[in-house]
């Protein structure tokens, strides 16, 4: 079993960073790969970022790449994202996601077919 818990959200300016972290707790963090996943209000869910077991390949949607980068330290069972030139429509509910094996982009942007789910934290972007 693995726990995941979000934290960092909160209310910024647009063109302001924002960093969240996910602190992961169980057995064998170092064997997942971490994803990102994003909620606005009324809106799907989307995928945002995933970085593999090893940090080597990492995965990022269209709409943050060049803004947001994903990074992980095995040593701290953390997984971060690094959000820069923060826009309002990135405000939604950031949810930190873990599979054990990530082969494609299409599997990377599958909710439904990861392993473990946080719960989430609220990053709202004023205009």
């Known amino acids: 079993q693995v726990q995941l818990v979000e934290s960092g959200g909160g209310l910024v300016q647009a063109g302001d960073s924002l960093r969240l972290s996910c602190a992961a707790s169980?057995?064998?963090?170092?064997?997942?790969?971490m994803g990102w996943f994003r909620q606005a209000p009324g809106k799907e869910r989307e995928f945002v970022t995933v970085i593999s077991w090893s940090g080597t390949r990492k995965y990022y949607a269209d709409s943050v790449k060049g803004r947001f980068t994903v990074s992980r330290d095995g040593a701290k069972n953390t997984v971060y994202l690094q959000m820069n030139s923060l826009e309002p429509d990135d405000t939604g509910v950031y949810y930190c996601?873990?599979?054990?094996?990530?082969?494609?982009?299409?599997?990377?942007?599958?909710?439904?077919?990861?392993?473990?789910w946080g719960k989430g934290t609220l990053v709202t972007v004023s205009s």
């Open positions: 169980g057995s064998a963090f170092s064997r997942y790969d």
């Open positions: 996601t873990a599979r054990s094996e990530i082969l494609t982009l299409v599997e990377a942007s599958d909710w439904n077919g990861m392993d473990y």
